[in-house]
């Protein structure tokens, strides 16, 4: 399978980039998963990353947290913007990857919470190959 | 020939970070910046900051064309030097010359423009 639009590429390099990153920032034991998968229609199909990792309590929630604000932001691109202008002044960690993703690539941005593992899914479709 | 811009050149954890010989106030960026390129990235912006104000520089021009990618850890040492710049007075701008065929060049220069409109300036190669 390849992928021959450029642009949905770079979509998704950004996207498997900010992932791994959150991955081996938040990540709490070394066992984590990424995942690719295609989910092929006859006009569009599905091209979806998925990460799994455990984490602290604290970041379950914070992670939750952030993904539900974002899923509820009407406008991404405000959403985005807001938290580069509120996180400017500060040091550290960025906490802007999955925005990022949402707002940059255009991504779908989703995650679940089983116990102690957080999975974060990002997807967009794509036109099927003729 | 000489350099006016009085920076080490910086090349580690896959970032090429350094002046152009004899321009000034002109750097370059290359390479890929990760997570551990971030501490890297900001520690130069700190120290271009410095060297503008000090040799009183209008405008600071950084080339990007040969920055493969930058994950969002490096984009918010940009952001932070941005913000600093904006907000201590705007006595310089930042101009940001692009390679308009990489996405994320687009969609993250056209970022940093938007959190300050009057320091930004982004120009195709």
Not at chain 2, 56 to 69: G, H, K, N, P
Request: net charge negative.
């Amino acid at each position: 399978m390849t992928i021959e639009d450029l642009e949905t590429t770079s979509r998704l390099h950004m996207a498997a980039h900010e992932l791994v990153e959150n991955v081996l920032k938040y990540g709490s034991s070394p066992e984590v998963g990424l995942e690719f998968e295609l989910e092929r229609g006859v006009n569009e199909s599905i091209v979806r990353l998925r990460t799994r990792n455990t984490a602290a309590p604290e970041q379950l929630r914070d992670v939750t947290r952030r993904i539900s604000e974002l899923r509820a932001a009407v406008d991404p691109v405000a959403y985005y913007d807001r938290l580069i202008r509120s996180t400017a002044p500060m040091n550290g960690m960025s906490g802007l990857g999955l925005a990022r993703i949402r707002a940059e690539a255009g991504l779908d941005v989703d995650c679940s919470v089983v116990g102690r593992e957080v999975s974060i899914v990002v997807q967009t479709t794509m036109r099927s190959d003729r | 020939m000489t350099v006016a811009i009085k920076l080490p050149m910086i090349e580690e954890e896959g970032l090429v970070l350094g002046p152009v010989e004899g321009v000034r106030g002109r750097v370059r960026f290359a390479g890929t910046g990760e997570a551990e390129g971030a501490r890297v990235l900001d520690r130069f912006l700190g120290l271009l900051h410095d060297e503008a104000l000090s040799q009183e520089l209008r405008e600071v021009t950084i080339e990007l064309a040969e920055l493969e990618f930058i994950n969002s850890s490096c984009l918010k040492a940009m952001v932070a030097w941005i913000y600093k710049v904006d907000t201590e007075g705007r006595p310089y701008t930042i101009r940001l010359v692009r390679d308009a065929a990489m996405h994320w060049q687009r969609t993250s220069l056209a970022t940093l423009q938007r959190l300050a409109p009057e320091v930004v300036v982004i120009q195709d190669r």
